[in-house]
């Protein structure tokens, strides 16, 4: 059995029995959503962002001496080109800062580069940092109206301030509305503009209020009233009294408008500080009576019992005497005199009648014993 066992062991397996490996399949969705795959797409968009910023902020120095060899198009970029340009991200950055600018929207091309950073950054942290869809918004309205606007500013320059897309739109403007017309457009749009941006708190200063001085009147004489002079005694609340009258009046907040709605955006509240009109308050005068403690009566039928605690009284202090009253006087009770009985005969009984027996005479042998 042993044998058998061992034999069986030792065989080599043959190659028609073993099992192929099994290739794990990936789907397109499942790489889209993998985590790795986010993180490196927010990576490509910061590089992006940084690569425009440098190679847009390269050709406002370079467009010059750049402008004739990029119009040539995307030739340059081919290996067998020979072709050197002053930029600093060499000719694709030329390349793409010339389509940008000078076929594009000019100065607010920088758009662009803060567009990608906000996706960058939202899609490498893996959070929600900054609103893709608003900024998104703020972006395409502000490429329009920057570079119509600075178009029609710089009209005449050499440098595409806005772009062949500004330039387009704003020599149709002016045609359309003449110089003036279109100024005011972009005046009110550029304000409009700010406002659903940044939305700000605009306030309009107050003007100072000029207190009337007081008109010194003819002055009344007062006839001395009785017991003025004197001063009336004052507690605790008339102690309160004087004290608010000295500190003045104060502020107060009203939490109403303290919680009002203010600026959505800065997240701030706006708080309105109300001071209360001033107000004379009449001095309330308190008078303090000592009352004298009530006299304890004690019953006539109780005995005076002296308190032995008063012995342990601390020296100096008299106990008050105690009162004496004298006892009420009681009229005696008069009794009414009560008559005699009188013993009336009942019917039908016999009378008693007690009789004396006479004297027998003395014999003999009566008379021996004797």
Request: with cysteine; hydrophobic share 40%.
């Amino acid at each position: 059995m042993a044998n058998r066992l061992k034999s069986k062991k030792s065989q080599a397996p043959e190659s028609n029995k073993l099992k192929p490996e099994k290739d794990t399949q990936v789907t397109v969705k499942q790489i889209v959503k993998d985590e790795r795959t986010h993180k490196i797409t927010g990576a490509l968009f910061l590089l992006m962002a940084v690569f425009l910023f440098i190679a847009f902020t390269s050709y406002l120095f370079t467009w010059k001496e750049d402008q004739d060899k990029v119009f040539q198009g995307a030739s340059i970029l081919w290996p067998g080109s020979h072709v050197k340009v002053a930029n600093l991200l060499g000719n694709l950055g030329a390349l793409i800062s010339h389509d940008f600018f000078y076929k594009g929207f000019g100065l607010a091309s920088y758009l662009f580069c803060s567009f990608f950073f906000i996706v960058g950054v939202n899609l490498l942290f893996k959070r929600r940092i900054f609103s893709i869809p608003r900024n998104l918004r703020y972006v395409l309205t502000g490429l329009l109206f920057f570079s119509v606007a600075f178009a029609f500013i710089t009209q005449g320059s050499g440098f595409p301030w806005g772009g062949a897309v500004g330039d387009m739109i704003s020599e149709w403007l002016t045609r359309f509305l003449g110089f003036i017309g279109t100024a005011a457009l972009l005046l009110v749009v550029g304000l409009a503009y700010f406002i659903w941006r940044f939305n700000p708190v605009f306030k309009v200063p107050a003007r100072p209020v000029k207190e009337n001085a007081a008109v010194p009147g003819p002055v009344e004489e007062v006839a001395p009233v009785a017991g003025a002079d004197e001063k009336p005694k004052k507690g605790k609340k008339g102690k309160k009294v004087d004290e608010e009258a000295k500190e003045g009046a104060k502020l107060f907040i009203d939490e109403e408008f303290s919680h009002g709605k203010g600026n959505v955006l800065k997240e701030d509240g706006g708080v309105v500080a109300l001071a209360p009109p001033p107000v004379e308050e009449p001095e309330v005068e308190f008078t303090i009576t000592e009352r004298e403690p009530e006299e304890v009566v004690s019953p006539p039928w109780e005995e005076e019992v002296e308190d032995e605690d008063e012995l342990d009284e601390e020296p100096g202090e008299e106990p008050p005497p105690p009162v004496r009253v004298a006892p009420a006087k009681v009229a005696p009770l008069e009794i009414p005199p009560v008559p005699p009985l009188v013993k009336t005969p009942v019917p039908g009984e016999l009378e008693l009648e007690i009789k004396t027996a006479p004297e027998r005479p003395e014999t003999g042998d009566e008379a021996g014993i004797h």
